[in-house]
């Protein structure tokens, strides 16, 4: 029996839908596993267990000494850009007074050829002169004016003279942002946050693989629970203990620090590995055919 046509026909002037899938066109899918995820007690910048960990309004956690390192950056960055910013608004003042002074003097030096000059100034733009006074195609010093326009002719059509556009710095904002949520934050707007570690006698953990647990119910603390902080004290809860203790007391239940509902934050983590739980855990890679090399550009499309 005969293949199939579609596979069996390869003199076409284009790619056939066989011939794409061997070459990868299209969207690749493929399940994200567990070591693909970012655990709850790990840094949004080192993506290791954090240490004395720092937590913004919007529930990204970070290393202190990560985040204060990011701000540090951040305003290093926008210092050199403010500088940058004002050195152009400066060369440009400059350029556009000497644009000035040049044309007023163009402007004299027209107004005395005009009046005392041996050869009178002609204000059509159709008659040919140049900037010395020679007239006509006659002028001695035409050959060596276009000699030297030549030389210093913007042509885009020359790799040689293409002019080469200005770099226009804008001026930066102030502000510093989140690195993980794109939001502006600063350093007052941080608050540290305080994990229960269990501490049970059944439980034996290394140094560096430690489990916690809510100090409300006793439930170890998972990618699997949603957790909420407290601004006022620092202290995380699941969010079930959350709603049901402190948001109705009106207080912390391991400090009794008085708390209100706006003090209540919930911390973001970076999945669960269920895809019944809202977070779409598939990463994608887009492909398509370049001209002539079968293969073109790469977009990753990761969505999670």
Same mark, same amino acid.
């Given at each position: 029996? @005969?293949?199939?046509?579609?596979?069996?026909?390869?003199d076409l002037?284009?790619?056939?839908?066989?011939?794409?899938?061997?070459?990868?066109?299209?969207?690749?899918?493929?399940?994200?596993?567990?070591?693909?995820?970012?655990?709850?007690?790990?840094? !949004?910048?080192?993506?290791?267990?954090?240490?004395?960990?720092?937590?913004?309004?919007?529930?990204?956690?970070?290393?202190?000494?990560?985040?204060?390192?990011?701000?540090l950056?951040?305003k290093?960055?926008?210092?050199?850009?403010?500088?940058?910013?004002?050195?152009?608004?400066?060369?440009?003042?400059?350029e556009?007074?000497?644009?000035?002074m040049?044309?007023?003097?163009?402007?004299?030096?027209?107004?005395?050829?005009?009046?005392?000059?041996?050869?009178?100034?002609y204000?059509?733009?159709?008659?040919?002169?140049?900037?010395?006074?020679f007239?006509?195609?006659?002028?001695?010093k035409?050959?060596?004016?276009?000699?030297?326009?030549?030389?210093?002719?913007?042509?885009?059509?020359?790799?040689?003279?293409?002019?080469?556009a200005?770099?226009?710095?804008?001026? @930066? !904002?102030?502000?510093?942002?989140?690195?993980?949520?794109?939001?502006?934050?600063?350093?007052?707007?941080?608050?540290?946050?305080?994990f229960?570690?269990?501490?049970?006698a059944?439980?034996?953990?290394?140094?560096?693989?430690k489990?916690?647990?809510?100090?409300?119910?006793?439930?170890?603390?998972?990618?699997?629970?949603?957790?909420?902080?407290?601004?006022?004290?620092?202290?995380?809860?699941?969010?079930?203990c959350?709603?049901?203790?402190?948001?109705?007391?009106?207080?912390?239940?391991v400090?009794?620090?008085?708390?209100?509902?706006?003090?209540?934050?919930?911390?973001?983590?970076?999945?669960?590995?269920?895809?019944?739980?809202g977070?779409?855990?598939e990463?994608?890679?887009?492909?398509?055919?370049?001209?002539? !090399?079968?293969?073109?550009?790469v977009? @990753?499309?990761?969505?999670t």
């Amino acid at each position: 029996m @005969p293949q199939r046509h579609s596979k069996n026909n390869n003199d076409l002037a284009f790619f056939t839908y066989d011939e794409k899938r061997k070459l990868g066109y299209g969207t690749q899918k493929e399940r994200l596993g567990k070591d693909s995820i970012k655990p709850f007690d790990a840094c !949004s910048l080192c993506l290791k267990p954090f240490i004395d960990p720092l937590c913004c309004q919007k529930g990204h956690v970070f290393c202190k000494e990560c985040i204060l390192e990011c701000l540090l950056s951040q305003k290093k960055d926008i210092q050199r850009k403010l500088a940058a910013h004002t050195g152009q608004q400066k060369q440009e003042k400059e350029e556009e007074e000497e644009r000035l002074m040049l044309q007023k003097a163009r402007d004299l030096d027209a107004f005395d050829q005009q009046n005392h000059g041996p050869v009178p100034q002609y204000n059509d733009k159709n008659y040919n002169r140049d900037k010395n006074g020679f007239h006509g195609a006659n002028s001695v010093k035409a050959t060596s004016y276009e000699e030297e326009a030549l030389r210093t002719m913007k042509a885009f059509w020359l790799p040689s003279a293409t002019p080469d556009a200005p770099a226009k710095v804008e001026a @930066p !904002s102030t502000s510093t942002t989140c690195p993980e949520g794109r939001e502006k934050i600063k350093m007052k707007n941080l608050f540290p946050i305080h994990f229960t570690e269990d501490t049970s006698a059944q439980k034996k953990h290394k140094s560096l693989d430690k489990s916690f647990i809510c100090p409300s119910c006793k439930v170890t603390l998972t990618n699997t629970l949603s957790l909420v902080a407290l601004n006022t004290c620092g202290h995380v809860f699941c969010k079930k203990c959350a709603e049901k203790f402190v948001a109705v007391d009106k207080v912390c239940v391991v400090c009794d620090k008085p708390c209100k509902d706006r003090n209540l934050v919930n911390v973001e983590k970076g999945g669960t590995g269920f895809a019944a739980h809202g977070d779409n855990l598939e990463a994608k890679d887009f492909k398509h055919l370049g001209s002539g !090399s079968g293969l073109g550009l790469v977009r @990753p499309a990761m969505k999670t």
